[in-house]
């Protein structure tokens, strides 16, 4: 009844447990009958049910075991579902940090490769760590993923970008109207990701516009 009803999620593993101790005691049973009818009880007689009880105790301690692994297990899957949404979310931040750096900022988006990077191994490692402890069964209700650096990270390397961005004036110096920026150089003909403070910079664009920019 204990297990049935306290246990009633795993109670179906033990129906063949519970079915072999009523053998046993049915087993003596018929044993003490047939000796009654056989007029061979006394005094003395006596039913060693040592056995059966202890089968008893045990079969109720390992329901009881089953329950919590089951109740771990269904925890644990619940957990990794909202930390896996938690982790995405992040990404989510990450990915679109990265977009606008190399869309809004492309001229200086280059200098900001590493910090991405770093960022997004950051995020792997929680990943990864989370996933450790999903297999591990080990997370609970209680399981939280701490990205607080992460998304603090992820704030400053747009505000980074955007001063860049801001401090290199190309968004001051302007092409043709729909020509795209190539590149940059300096007047020895050197690529370079971003203007070069104190001497020209010579800006190419796609319709062979030149211009010549000194940035102060």
Known sequence: TTIEADYAE?????????????????????????????????????????????????VLADAAAALATEEAK????EAYTRLTADIAAVQAKLDAAKTTIETDYAEVAEQFTADIAALQEDIDSISNEVKGLYDEVKLT????????????????????????????????????????????????????????????NIFKYSDGTVKKFYMK
């Open 141 to 200: 209700a209680e399981s939280q993923i701490d990205a607080t650096a992460i998304e603090a990270g992820i704030e400053k390397v747009l505000a980074d970008a955007k001063k860049a961005h801001e401090g290199s004036s190309i968004a001051g110096v302007k092409g043709p109207e729909g020509a795209e920026l190539l590149g940059i150089y300096t007047v020895s003909g050197k690529r370079v990701a971003a203007p070069l403070k104190g001497q020209v």
């Open 10 to 58: 795993v109670a179906e593993q033990f129906t063949a447990d519970i079915a072999a101790l009523q053998e046993d005691i049915d087993s003596i049973s018929n044993e003490v009958k047939g000796l009654y009818n056989e007029m061979k009880l006394t005094a003395e007689s006596q039913i060693d049910a040592t056995a059966i009880e202890t089968g008893i105790e045990k």
């Open 74 to 77: 269904k925890a644990n899957e």
